[in-house]
């Protein structure tokens, strides 16, 4: 199995705090350009109403899936992603299998072989939709000491991540969550790391820092 297949595959493995939150909502995909191959985790695959396994991901069957409204703007991001790769991020809508409409973010960036070369595109879905599933709160529970810990960290990456996806703070939690189990990184040092990579290499456009400014002295 490639590196690129265990990114999906040991998604089904990942332990308690997964099980118990994070692939409800968040999930991975992989886009391979050779044969155009998709691969979906087991939760993406939930998202779309199959059970894992039993159906295989192509362009065709995304985009037969995007609400007819947003269809049109997702095949153009397909495109780009099949053709040019780079990073990308969507917010749409889905029609899963049973008709139910689902609201999701969709984020990813280039998959590199170890030339360097792009091969394609990873990343992860986040449904957004609004449920009555609070069992995040019981990963909570199990990182908690990891939050007493360094809860202002943990804090300022789940405001990022609401700020620039428009997302919940229990959604930005899974986030934080579920790239801590696909890495084996602990969830305060993926909090840390996120704010060292902003502060050091992120640099907010003249124009977006001058409308937050506005926003600010007339709030």
């Given at each position: 199995?490639?590196?690129?297949?265990?990114?999906?595959?040991?998604?089904?493995?990942?332990?308690?705090?997964?099980?118990?939150?994070?692939?409800?909502?968040?999930?991975?995909?992989?886009?391979?350009?050779?044969?155009?191959?998709?691969?979906?985790?087991?939760?993406?695959?939930?998202?779309?109403?199959?059970?894992?396994?039993?159906?295989t991901p192509t362009t065709t069957?995304?985009?037969?899936?995007?609400?007819?409204?947003?269809?049109?703007?997702?095949?153009?991001?397909?495109?780009?992603?099949?053709?040019?790769?780079?990073?990308?991020?969507?917010?749409?809508?889905?029609?899963?299998?049973?008709?139910?409409?689902?609201?999701?973010?969709?984020?990813?960036?280039?998959?590199?072989?170890?030339?360097?070369?792009?091969?394609?595109?990873?990343?992860?879905?986040?449904?957004?939709?609004?449920?009555?599933?609070?069992?995040?709160?019981?990963?909570?529970?199990?990182?908690?000491?990891?939050?007493?810990?360094?809860?202002?960290?943990?804090e300022q990456a789940k405001g990022?991540?609401?700020?620039?996806?428009?997302?919940?703070?229990?959604?930005?939690?899974?986030?934080?969550?579920?790239?801590?189990?696909?890495?084996?990184?602990?969830?305060?040092?993926?909090?840390?790391?996120?704010?060292?990579?902003?502060?050091?290499?992120?640099?907010?456009?003249?124009?977006?820092?001058?409308?937050?400014?506005?926003?600010?002295?007339?709030?």
């Amino acid at each position: 199995m490639s590196t690129a297949d265990e990114h999906v595959a040991n998604e089904g493995a990942m332990g308690p705090i997964a099980e118990s939150g994070a692939p409800h909502r968040v999930g991975g995909f992989l886009y391979h350009r050779d044969g155009d191959r998709w691969e979906w985790s087991d939760t993406v695959a939930r998202m779309h109403g199959y059970e894992p396994g039993t159906v295989t991901p192509t362009t065709t069957l995304l985009l037969s899936h995007k609400h007819p409204d947003d269809r049109a703007y997702v095949a153009q991001t397909l495109h780009a992603i099949r053709t040019s790769g780079g990073a990308f991020s969507s917010r749409h809508r889905i029609i899963d299998a049973k008709g139910v409409t689902r609201s999701v973010v969709v984020v990813g960036d280039r998959l590199l072989d170890d030339t360097g070369e792009s091969i394609g595109s990873s990343g992860f879905y986040i449904d957004i939709t609004d449920t009555l599933d609070r069992t995040v709160t019981e990963t909570v529970d199990e990182v908690v000491a990891d939050i007493t810990a360094s809860r202002g960290a943990i804090e300022q990456a789940k405001g990022m991540l609401m700020a620039i996806y428009s997302i919940p703070a229990d959604r930005a939690f899974d986030i934080l969550v579920w790239h801590s189990q696909q890495t084996n990184v602990k969830l305060r040092e993926v909090a840390e790391g996120l704010l060292t990579r902003v502060a050091t290499e992120f640099t907010v456009p003249t124009t977006v820092r001058t409308r937050f400014d506005h926003l600010l002295l007339h709030t």
